[in-house]
Structure formats: C-alpha cells, structure tokens
Nanobody, 121 residues
Framework: QVQLVESGGGLVQAGGSLRLSCAAS????????MAWYRQAPGKQRELVCY???????DCTDSVKGRFTISRDNAKNTVYLQTNSLKPEDTAVYYC???????????????WGQGTQVTVSS
C-alpha cells in the first residue's frame, strides 16, 4: 500500500511563507514525477509545480519567482516552498507522485489527502 502524507499548510498573512512537505511511504520500486496541485473554492484543480526524477522543474506562471519545488529522493519526499503568498494562493494543496510498484509495472499516480493553505489580506 502506497501512501502520500502532506504537512505544512496553515494560515498566513499576505507576504508570508509556508513550506509544504509530502512524504511517500509503503512498498514501491521507484518514483518518477512528483508534483503539487491546488484547488481553490469554486475553481478547477490546477497544476502548481512539478519536479521530474532528473530534477527538472517547472511551475505555473502565476507562482513563478515565488514558489520553488524540490525533492529528496533518499526520503521519498517532495517540498513546495511558497514565498510572497497572496490571498489568491488560498487553496487546498495536493501532492502527487507517479510510482512504479514493481520493476515492470506501469506508473500509477498517487494523491495526497490535501493540506489547506489560507492567505489573509
């Protein structure tokens, strides 16, 4: 059983920072892409940032220069450093990991349970 457990959300004032973490646990062969999504009330879920197994990264334009994604392969963990937060960043943030359970198995995308980020003005 593979599980993604997120932490680090909370309430912060505009201009503040939060560091989100997401650790994968359980039995698996490898992790490929890891990413963070978010969903604000009444809006569609959107991709925020991703990091590949080769550590290439990209983020959506609205957070470029403010958010940084990174991963620690030894800990099977992905991080999202969020700086200069704005009220429009308020959302539930979800991490994902594309995981191979076994050497020859297909990649399966797993989702975390979500962590709330609220930015007050």
């Amino acid at each position: 059983q593979v599980q993604l457990v997120e932490s680090g959300g909370g309430l912060v004032q505009a201009g503040g920072s939060l560091r989100l973490s997401c650790a994968a646990s359980g039995s698996f062969f490898s992790i490929n892409l890891m990413a963070w999504y978010r969903q604000a009330p009444g809006k569609q879920r959107e991709l925020v940032c991703y990091v590949s197994s080769s550590i290439s990264t990209d983020c959506t334009d609205s957070v470029k220069g403010r958010f940084t994604i990174s991963r620690d392969n030894a800990k099977n963990t992905v991080y999202l450093q969020t700086n200069s937060l704005k009220p429009e960043d308020t959302a539930v943030y979800y991490c994902t990991a594309d995981i191979k359970r076994y050497d020859m198995s297909p990649l399966i995308r797993y989702w975390g349970q979500g962590t709330q980020v609220t930015v007050s003005s």
